[in-house]
Each structure stands twice: as structure tokens, then as C-alpha cells.
């Protein structure tokens, strides 16, 4: 399993910005996988932003509720994390994550096989 995460850059608080994640894989379907969006600040540990589940059903942490959206193209095979109302302390390093047939532990990191190399958000005040 491939996991290539676009779309980061630098915008202004109250932005927007849509990062993509492409996964590439042989023998299975894009649509047997969960599919999560991880965090990192500097400094900080990784934490849970949003998921996806392979049976449908979305997940967000508190701190972005309402504000970033997760949404999958099967046919793409691609997962989408579109963010509004960006805040300064929305930068990261946004990684995207696969979970292959999972039971829905989303929040957690060791649910996921499978990582992407990440993609840099920077919001600026």
C-alpha cells in the first residue's frame, strides 16, 4: 500500500484548503479501507483529525467539528479533507492513514497500517 497526501500550503486564518491522499494497492479495493487524516505540530505528538470508515460513517475530533469535512471518491481512490475557517493553530503536518478492514478504532493511530509521507498546512494570523 501506497499513500501519497497533497494540497498543503500556506493561507490566512479563515482560509480554506483541501487536501487529498491517493492510495495505491494491488489485490485490494480502495473501498475496504478506513481511511483517517492525522496531525502533527511541532514539537507535538500526532493526534487524530478526521476519518472515514470502510462501511461508511465519518469521525472528527472536537477541535475541528464543524469546520473540516471528510470525504472519499472510491473510483478516485482518493480521500478528501476539505478545511474552512482555518486557525493558526490548525498547522501541522497533516498525514494521511489506511486501515484495511478495520472495526472502527479510528481515533487511534495503531489502527492504521498503512501512512502516508504527509503534507505541510501553515496558517498564518
Known amino acids: 500500500v501506497q499513500l501519497q497526501a497533497s494540497g498543503g500550503g500556506l493561507v490566512q486564518a479563515g482560509g480554506s484548503l483541501r487536501l487529498s491522499c491517493t492510495l495505491s494497492?494491488?489485490?485490494?479495493?480502495?473501498?475496504?479501507?478506513?481511511m483517517g487524516w492525522f496531525r502533527q505540530g511541532s514539537g507535538k505528538e500526532r493526534h487524530f483529525v478526521a476519518a472515514?470508515?470502510?462501511?461508511?460513517?465519518?469521525f472528527y475530533s472536537d477541535s475541528v467539528n464543524g469546520r473540516f469535512t471528510i470525504s472519499r471518491d472510491n473510483a478516485k481512490n482518493t480521500v478528501y479533507l476539505q478545511m474552512n475557517s482555518l486557525r493558526p493553530e490548525d498547522t501541522a503536518i497533516y498525514y494521511c492513514?489506511?486501515?484495511?478492514?478495520?472495526?472502527?478504532?479510528?481515533?487511534?493511530?495503531?489502527?492504521?497500517?498503512?501512512w502516508g509521507q504527509g503534507t505541510l498546512v501553515t496558517v498564518s494570523s
Open positions: 494497492v494491488t489485490g485490494r479495493a480502495f473501498s475496504d479501507f478506513g
Open positions: 472515514i470508515g470502510w462501511k461508511g460513517g465519518t
Open positions: 492513514a489506511a486501515d484495511y478492514r478495520g472495526e472502527g478504532r479510528y481515533y487511534y493511530r495503531d489502527q492504521y497500517e498503512d
